[in-house]
């Protein structure tokens, strides 16, 4: 097939899934949050409130495009684009399958450090909007938002090193390769726990979802540095927050849940997308929980907590591994 | 024309506008924007050249980094426009300072060029520019100045924390 057909139809596959996969994980997330808190939830649209991502949709589409005064007009507008552009294209270098035809971009070698890269990037959407709003609580927002990313990268770029060095590669397919020993002891969460409960945090933090989310804390900030955004625009945040959830779901799964492995995956290679999928799901679902559990961080501790424990630790894990490694420890070779 | 080619004038494009807007901007926040393309437009070049890692590295460590601190501070001060007049009156020297510096640079650079017109353009060798072949290079070629860059960066780090430091 012309390579270029190929991509285009990849991308388009991958860009209709993220976003039905956002549409319907607003839903998946109001339903297990009120059942969590013992209620109903929405089930006015539809079947079990199904089609309330299609109604909030409608909805936002028909509200009126209000532009706030003295806003910079660019920037503002610039602000939602910049903040999904990255989420997207996270899903470029993620294996989604066995076959090489489960992948956007197949196998590039530096696919973790792209991974590094898009979120970094990820972060200017919310300190842009914070800026141009011309609001003091988004301003606010935003100034939380850059130095909490900036500080939560660090640990998660170790616990990413430490998954690199396991398996001798920074491309995700040799990563997921790696873990596949046959069983699913091979997954790198048994030998790598600290490096996976500091991804877990880390990813939670860059998110700015609960209980890190003192950027849109609303109690503080009204709703931080969407403030001043309202229709689409709002839908374009909301749209970055929940693929950005997906996506860090699915580097958990590829870096420590062994990708998309699972039985008799040789034999059927769409049972390898299934098994990824259901992995995925699974985090998301840990993600609900966990903000339906924990209150929200307090700034300072947000703080000390990201560069007096999750920097150090990661550090001492980054030390350990590469000492286990050279020394030849069996399950670290 | 190659697609390479082609690619690579789109991007030198963009990459010097952007440099150029830079410059000129008026507004911190505009000018840090600017570079920031700059470095994405820098990135894509390296890619061009068969180094993907170079690229990566790029933009995670200049765009995704020391770029949100810029943007920080900026915000943090509320120093984001420039006054009608940037120069002030103990400054004087700088213009001509800058105006020399940049004619002596230019003449360097027009120099280079025109010397080199006559010769074959250097042909970059299809190496493997992935993590691995680089931290080997880096270890085992240029062992000596990778160690005297990593202590230039720690002695620069423990000055940052004593100025910071609370009396």
């Known amino acids: 097939m012309n390579p270029i057909l190929e991509a285009l139809i990849k991308s388009v596959a991958v860009l209709a899934v993220a976003l039905a996969g956002f549409a319907y994980m607003t839903w998946v997330e109001r339903k297990f949050i009120s059942r969590l808190q013992a209620r109903i939830g929405p089930n006015r649209a539809g079947p079990f409130g199904l089609l309330q991502p299609v109604a909030d949709g409608i909805k936002l589409i028909f509200k009126e495009s209000i532009t706030p005064a003295n806003v910079d007009v660019l920037v503002y507008f610039l602000a939602p684009i910049v903040a999904v552009v990255p989420a997207l294209v996270l899903f470029a270098v993620i294996p989604f399958g066995s076959d090489p035809a489960f992948q956007l971009a197949s196998n590039i070698n530096v696919g973790a450090l792209y991974v590094m890269a898009v979120l970094g990037v990820g972060i200017y959407g919310m300190i842009l909007a914070g800026w141009s709003s011309n609001n003091k609580y988004a301003l606010l927002g935003g100034l939380r938002a850059s130095a909490q990313v900036i500080s939560y990268e660090l640990g998660l770029g170790l616990a990413v090193l430490s998954v690199i060095m396991m398996a001798s590669s920074a491309s995700l397919n040799d990563i997921v390769a790696y873990q596949q020993p046959g069983n699913i002891l091979g997954w790198l969460i048994f030998r790598q726990p600290i490096a996976a409960v500091i991804f877990a945090i880390t990813a939670l933090a860059e998110l700015a979802r609960a209980p890190f989310d003192l950027v849109e804390a609303e109690q503080e900030l009204t709703a931080g540095f969407m403030t001043e955004y309202g229709g689409m625009k709002f839908a374009l945040f909301y749209m970055s927050e929940y693929v950005k959830m997906i996506g860090m779901s699915a580097l958990f799964v590829t870096f420590f849940l062994g990708g998309w492995s699972g039985p008799f995956v040789n034999e059927a290679p769409a049972l390898s997308l299934v098994y990824f999928a259901i992995k995925v799901l699974a985090c998301l679902l840990v993600m609900v929980w966990v903000r339906a559990t924990l209150p929200r961080f307090r700034y300072d501790k947000l703080m000390g907590f990201g560069w007096k424990v999750l920097l150090p630790l990661g550090l001492l894990n980054v030390v350990v591994t590469a000492l286990l490694i050279v020394a030849g420890v069996p399950g670290y070779k | ?167």
């Open chain 2, 1 to 167: 024309m190659s697609p390479d080619l082609l690619l690579f004038l789109i991007i030198a494009l963009v990459a010097v506008a952007a440099a150029l807007g830079m410059l000129f901007s008026r507004s911190a926040l505009y000018a840090a924007l600017f570079l920031i393309m700059n470095f994405g437009a820098v990135a894509v070049l390296y890619l061009l050249l068969n180094a993907p890692f170079l690229a990566v590295v790029q933009v995670s460590v200049y765009a995704g980094a020391i770029m949100v601190l810029f943007l920080f501070v900026i915000m943090l001060l509320g120093a984001e426009r420039l006054g009608r007049d940037p120069e002030p009156a103990t400054m004087r020297w700088q213009r001509p300072l800058a105006i020399v510096l940049a004619v002596v640079l230019i003449v360097q650079a027009v120099y280079v060029f025109a010397a080199r017109a006559g010769a074959a353009p250097a042909v970059a060798e299809a190496v493997d520019a992935g993590p691995l072949n680089i931290g080997k290079t880096l270890i085992n070629s240029y062992l000596l100045p990778f160690e005297v860059i990593a202590i230039v960066l720690l002695a620069a780090m423990i000055g940052a924390v004593v100025l910071t430091r609370d009396k």
